[in-house]
């Protein structure tokens, strides 16, 4: 994650995701054509991510 503090309005790239889930980056590749990974969006042609979907994903996963 970048340093600076994560508001609500922000979205995180799929290496801060990487990072955060501590996965490689392909591996949400992976899960984003499976469907079976946290939901992520197309901004251009660049995957953007929601922090509650990731942690409402994770959550779910550890239920």
């Known amino acids: 994650m970048s340093s600076r503090e994560s508001t609500a309005n922000e979205l995180w790239s799929i290496e801060e995701v990487s990072t955060y889930l501590r996965v490689p980056v ?36 550890a239920a």
Do not use: I, N
């Open 26 to 61: 392909g591996t949400l590749y992976q899960w984003r054509y499976r469907r079976t990974g946290p939901r992520a969006f197309k901004v251009g042609r660049h995957l953007r991510y929601a922090p509650t979907d990731v942690r409402s994903w994770l959550a779910r996963q």
